[in-house]
């Protein structure tokens, strides 16, 4: 998503410099996500371009990637580019629901809530699809972990 950066989406964890070294830790949004691949390789070139050489990008799946993580400017991005934000789960559990989500996510275009899901995977599987009822628009919305 080129709105946010790993910062605001609370992927980066840690960078820690050691002379000519560097060390960047990250956490995916959901074990197996297929962007870490790329987002590793583009940490490691952005780094060299900055020049480093020693670079090393570590991924950790302890502790798990919370919604929490997610910064309000990352947020208000995902919003503006038409990407409904995760909720906010304040450290608490989040129940297992088998069926239907009891809340439905707010249409980044107009704001209604009167949203439906169409599919639970979208353009990557850390999103799904849903379409406002009252502007019949459809967004993705990045999914509550």
């Given amino acids: 998503m080129p709105v946010v950066t790993i910062e605001d989406l609370g992927i980066l964890r840690d960078v820690q410099v050691d002379g000519e070294a560097i ?19 583009d940490i490691t070139v952005a780094l060299a371009q900055h020049g480093w050489r020693d670079v090393t ?7 798990a990637w919370t919604t929490e993580w997610v910064s309000e400017a990352g947020r208000r991005a995902l919003r503006e580019f038409g990407i409904a934000p ?5 450290g608490r559990p989040v129940p297992l629901q088998l069926g239907h989500r009891a809340a439905s996510p707010a249409c980044p275009q ?4 009167d949203t439906e899901e169409l599919t639970r995977f979208a353009s ?8 406002c009822q009252d502007c019949r628009e459809p967004f993705d919305h990045f999914k509550d972990h």
């Fill in 23 to 41: 060390v960047v830790t990250i956490t995916p949004t959901y074990s197996g996500c297929p962007a870490m691949e790329t987002i590793t390789t």
């Fill in 57 to 63: 990008v570590r991924t950790v799946l302890s502790p």
């Fill in 86 to 90: 995760p909720s906010i789960c304040a």
């Fill in 110 to 113: 107009c704001g209604s809530v």
């Fill in 124 to 131: 990557t599987s850390c999103k799904a699809l849903w379409r």
